[in-house]
């Protein structure tokens, strides 16, 4: 495991995001999957009306930035671990942030584009 200085913040953030997935994770699986109303006929207009209101876009935003850094911070501490050499790191580096804005940014725009179709009448 690498906990060296230059490691330790990766190491440390690695578990700070894995509490708040868990924690994250449990309030989005109880709010939207396990509702008391789930078997109702209303229930998909009542997760598509509590999807597309603004606080819960901002959580979901939160949890996909926490998901998508907890992922690609483990790939990156797998990385590490085998030592390459600096050149070998710094590319693989500068993949995994590219890859990380890429899906952050699709994410966010699935996200936006769901909520506006909403307020557009284009989703029932």
Known sequence: M??????????????????LLVMGMSVHFFTFHFSLSRY??????????RFCTPGWIAFN???????I?????????IFVDYNFKKKSGDIFR?????????????????????????AEGLIL
């Open 61 to 67: 935003i939160c949890l996909l930035a926490l998901v």
């Open 40 to 49: 109702a006929s209303r229930y998909y207009d009542e997760i598509v009306h």
């Open 94 to 118: 500068y993949v995994l942030w590219f890859v990380g804005m890429v899906l952050f940014g699709a994410g966010v725009y699935i996200l936006v584009w769901f909520a506006k179709a909403k």
């Open 69 to 77: 850094f907890h992922g690609l911070n483990g790939i990156w501490g």
């Open 2 to 19: 690498n906990t060296e200085s230059k490691g330790f913040l990766s190491w440390f953030l690695q578990r700070i995001t894995a509490l």
